[in-house]
């Protein structure tokens, strides 16, 4: 198996950058995908394989990688985008989420 | 639309097994694999394991190899997964969540959540 490491949380101001990252020693091989999460909601699709955005996500939301670290970046970020965010990743026989991180707007 | 549709919510008495159905619509059943999270109170989401509604594959995280069970149903679209010998510990809402068999994306539909409470 192997881990997928996120910061406890995250507080930013609207309208400035929020940046979340995940780091774990097998990223540089695997796809990652992140999920936004509201109180009482399923999670949510909001990157996948690394950068990509699904149908429907604003673009604000955007994704990047360097080495065994990927940044979910949210731009211009507003009070709705508050909630708790999970990178996950996989190899051949595991399905990993990260801690998750808490994103507070304040 | 596309949708998965959870069975409703459960309480059981320890050492008790508990089975969670997910209904699948909108879209090509046998094209997806079903997986299933789950999230206790106040933690982050744990995968459990995935099948292949096809052909029966499964493939489950070590943690529940020995008490989870993954099967499905193609002729009503359906996904089930058994747990056993139940503890406290096994509170918490269990999620499907679908995954393109052809090519690599994330879990793009959710079902809406099953909440099991295990209590004596």
């Known amino acids: 198996s192997f881990e997928l490491t996120q910061p406890p949380s995250v507080t930013v101001s609207p309208g400035q950058t929020a940046e979340i990252t995940c780091s774990g020693d097998?990223?540089?091989?695997?796809?990652v995908y992140w999920y936004q999460q509201k109180p009482g909601q399923a999670p949510i699709l909001v990157i996948h394989?690394?950068?990509e955005r699904p149908s429907g996500i604003p673009e604000r939301f955007s994704g990047s990688t360097s080495g065994k670290t990927v940044t979910l970046t949210i731009s211009g970020v507003r009070a709705e985008d508050e909630a708790d965010y999970y990178c996950?990743?996989?190899?051949?026989?595991?399905?990993?989420f990260g801690g998750g991180t808490k994103l507070t707007v304040l | 639309q596309v949708q998965l549709v959870q069975s409703g919510a459960e309480v059981k008495k320890p050492g008790a097994s508990v089975k969670v159905s997910c209904k699948a619509s909108?879209?090509?059943?046998?094209?997806?694999?079903v997986h299933w999270v789950r999230q206790a109170p106040g933690q982050g989401l744990e995968w459990m394991g995935r099948i292949t509604p096809y052909n029966g594959a499964t493939i489950s995280a070590q943690k529940f190899q020995d008490r989870a069970t993954m099967s499905s149903d193609t002729s009503i679209s359906t996904a089930y997964m058994q747990l056993n010998r139940l503890t406290s510990d096994d509170t918490a809402v269990y999620y499907c969540?679908?995954?393109?068999?052809?090519?690599?994306?994330?879990?793009?539909?959710w079902g809406q959540g099953t909440t099991v409470i295990v209590s004596s």
């Open positions: 969540a679908r995954v393109p068999v052809r090519y690599y994306s994330g879990m793009d539909v």
């Open positions: 909108g879209y090509t059943f046998n094209d997806y694999y």
């Open positions: 097998a990223l540089p091989n695997q796809y």
């Open positions: 394989k690394d950068t």
């Open positions: 996950q990743s996989a190899d051949s026989s595991d399905w990993v």
